[in-house]
């Protein structure tokens, strides 16, 4: 198991390359069982790790094949994957229509975000076909290997997930902008707004890694003053049913195929 040859295409990319320098940084995968597809000939990858200009030379000499290409560029792929293990990172791309495309009889479809630059993606993943226990376990390790990691029970999770978990931080982000914006607004000077609504995202992400959320709103409404004003507010609003709008809309567009 763990003398396997992992070819990447696309590892030159954000995820593909995070992915592929986590491996490496953990003993996961040693530099002569990696395989990175690269077209422009530049590496910046550690000595051992072979670069190849073709992809199906890198199949070929591929025990297992990272897609992490874009689903635009997937249509353009041409590779025969048939007796290979394929992961494929790609959104709102059916197992279905990878196995139509590459021959590969077992596909499992996993779904990162972008915090596998800082080792901290939760990855949920789901494989297709007869996927043994020993792949299972490997890919399960794989992905632990940039955070943590789950199968799931059917391939529509990871449409759904794409769009909860797969955004990564896409939602953070826009509250964080939305708490600066709107302290701007209030009067506050942009650089302390900043510094507030960064605080609030990191930090407070921070002591939730450690802490119930539900716990945490409880004591914090117990005060029955500011929190509690500003929460019930949000609570008033159905702040529950905007992000769930908000991932259903991206899961559709997951499970329509991109
Ligand atoms: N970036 C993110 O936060 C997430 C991305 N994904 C999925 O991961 C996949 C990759 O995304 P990113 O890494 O962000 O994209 P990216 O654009 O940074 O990386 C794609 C890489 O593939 C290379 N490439 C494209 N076609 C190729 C080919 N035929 N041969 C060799 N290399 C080729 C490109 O040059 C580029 O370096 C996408 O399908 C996306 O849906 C999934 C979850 C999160
Ligand atoms: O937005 C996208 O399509 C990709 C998949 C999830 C995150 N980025």
């Known amino acids: 198991m763990e003398n396997r040859t992992l070819g990447i295409i696309g590892g ?19 530099p002569d069982h990696l395989l990175i597809s ?16 073709d992809n199906q030379q890198l199949v070929d000499l591929s025990d297992i094949v990272v897609l992490s290409i874009r689903p635009e560029q997937f249509r353009e792929l041409l590779i025969n ?3 290979k293990l394929v992961i494929s990172l790609m959104a709102g791309v059916p197992a279905a229509a990878i196995s139509a495309a590459t021959g590969a009889d077992v596909v499992v479809r996993a779904m990162p975000n972008a915090a596998v630059e800082i080792r901290q993606s939760f990855t949920p993943w789901y494989g297709v076909g007869n996927l043994v226990e020993l792949d299972r376990q490997w890919v ?5 290997c940039v955070g943590s990691a789950d199968e799931v029970p059917d391939e529509d999770c990871i449409d759904y997930l794409s769009a ?16 600066t914006n709107q302290a701007v607004a209030a009067g506050i000077p942009l650089a302390i707004a900043q510094r507030a609504a960064q605080g609030v995202v990191v930090g407070g992400g921070q002591m939730l890694a450690s ?12 005060y029955r003053g500011v929190t509690a004003a500003a929460l019930r507010s949000m609570a008033d609003q159905n702040i529950e049913a905007i992000v769930g709008r908000a991932v259903q809309a991206g899961a559709e567009i997951a499970r329509k195929g991109m």
């Open 12 to 30: 030159t990319g954000w995820l593909g390359r995070a992915i592929a320098e986590a491996l490496l940084e953990s003993g996961f995968i040693k």
């Open 38 to 53: 690269n077209r422009s000939g530049v590496s910046t990858f550690e000595p051992g790790v072979k670069l190849l200009a």
């Open 81 to 83: 994957a048939r007796g």
């Open 140 to 144: 399960q390790r794989l992905f632990e």
């Open 164 to 179: 909860l978990s797969g955004t990564g931080p896409a939602f953070p982000a826009m509250l964080q902008m939305a708490l």
């Open 211 to 222: 802490r119930d959320p539900r716990q945490m709103i409880e004591s914090l409404m117990a």
